[in-house]
C-alpha cells in the first residue's frame, strides 16, 4: 500500500503561481509512476501530468504544456507539481496518483490521495 497526501492547494489569482505537493508514505515510492489529476465540478477526472518512478518521462497534457513542471524527491517521498501563469481554468480539486507506470488514464493508477482545492480567481 502507498498513502498519498496532498497539500499546497488555495486561491491564487490568475497569472500567479502554486506548488503542490505529494507526501507518499507505506510501500517504495520510489519504483511507483506519480501522476497528478484534476477534477473540477461536472467533469470527470482529467490527466494534468506524470512523471516517472527515477524521475525521467515527465508528460504532461497540452492543457497545462509549458505552465505546470513535475517534480518528485525520493528519498523524501515527495512529489510536486509547479504550477505557473495560472489561468480560470485551471480551478479543480488536485490529486496525486501513484501506479506501476505513466498512464494518461486515472483508472490505471493504484493509489490515491484525498486531493486539494486549487481555485484560481479572474
Known amino acids: 500500500q502507498v498513502q498519498l497526501v496532498e497539500s499546497g492547494g488555495g486561491l491564487v489569482q490568475a497569472g500567479g503561481s502554486l506548488r503542490l505537493s505529494c507526501a507518499a508514505s507505506?510501500?517504495?515510492?520510489?519504483?511507483?509512476?506519480m501522476a497528478w489529476f484534476r477534477q473540477s465540478p461536472g467533469k470527470g477526472r482529467e490527466f494534468v501530468a506524470a512523471?516517472?518512478?527515477?524521475?525521467?518521462?515527465?508528460q504532461f497534457a497540452d492543457y497545462v504544456k509549458g505552465r505546470f513542471i513535475i517534480l518528485r524527491d525520493n528519498p523524501r517521498n515527495m512529489g510536486y507539481l509547479q504550477m505557473n501563469s495560472l489561468i480560470p481554468e485551471d480551478t479543480a480539486v488536485y490529486y496525486c496518483?501513484?501506479?506501476?507506470?505513466?498512464?494518461?488514464?486515472?483508472?490505471?493508477?493504484?493509489?490515491w490521495g484525498q486531493g486539494t482545492q486549487v481555485t484560481v480567481s479572474s
Open positions: 496518483a501513484a501506479g506501476k507506470r505513466i498512464f494518461w488514464y486515472s483508472a490505471e493508477y493504484d493509489y
Open positions: 507505506g510501500r517504495a515510492f520510489s519504483s511507483y509512476a
Open positions: 512523471i516517472g518512478w527515477s524521475g525521467g518521462s515527465p
